[in-house]
Every structure is written in C-alpha cells, then in structure tokens.
C-alpha cells in the first residue's frame, strides 16, 4: 500500500496538531492499528488508532477498494494525538 497528501495540508497539520502527515503512513503498517469506516459526509474515509515510535496517533485517511494492497494508493488527510479514550481503546485491543 502506498499513501499520499496533499502538502498545503501537511502545513496545516503540523501547525495544529504538531505531526507531520507522514507519521500517518509509519502508523498505517502498525499490525495492531484498530480501523474503522468515517461516516464523514466527504466521501469514504476511515479512522485509524495506531502506534509510532511510543505515541498513540488517530489518522484519517481514504482506504482504495479496489485493485492489488500492494499497488493501490490512499490518502492520508490528518494525523492528531490520540485522546486517552482512543489510548485505551488501542490498548485494550479494539
């Protein structure tokens, strides 16, 4: 799987919440992230609770339906602290 953003987003991200976009893509190989549907009314967008380097992180991101893992190609829309809600939902599994 291959991710992308947009990087005027990326700027943004960073100023409010302090994480790159990036970290979203180390966080989305976490074998242990806990994903589930958006029901933003944007379009198909997931939510993702995942772990980088010791930190609990919430990416948003669009999950391609179609067409080989390997090849296919998401986008990764934010990356924000998680909230010790979402820390004990990772850590309890789901």
Same mark, same amino acid.
């Given at each position: 799987m291959q991710w992308t953003w947009d990087d005027t987003?990326? =700027? =943004?991200n =960073? #100023?409010?919440? $302090?994480? *790159?976009l990036s970290m979203g893509e180390v966080g989305l190989n976490d074998p242990l992230a806990i994903s589930v549907p958006d029901p933003h009314p944007d379009g198909d967008r !997931?939510? &993702?609770?995942? #772990?980088v380097g010791g930190r609990t992180v919430v990416v948003v991101h669009t !999950? *391609?339906?179609d067409g080989d893992r390997e090849e #296919?190609? $998401?986008?990764?829309? &934010?990356? =924000? *602290?998680?909230t010790s809600h979402e820390r004990k939902r990772y850590e309890? $599994? $789901?």
């Amino acid at each position: 799987m291959q991710w992308t953003w947009d990087d005027t987003k990326d =700027r =943004r991200n =960073r #100023a409010k919440h $302090g994480l *790159p976009l990036s970290m979203g893509e180390v966080g989305l190989n976490d074998p242990l992230a806990i994903s589930v549907p958006d029901p933003h009314p944007d379009g198909d967008r !997931w939510i &993702s609770i995942c #772990a980088v380097g010791g930190r609990t992180v919430v990416v948003v991101h669009t !999950w *391609p339906d179609d067409g080989d893992r390997e090849e #296919a190609v $998401g986008r990764i829309i &934010s990356v =924000r *602290p998680a909230t010790s809600h979402e820390r004990k939902r990772y850590e309890d $599994g $789901g």
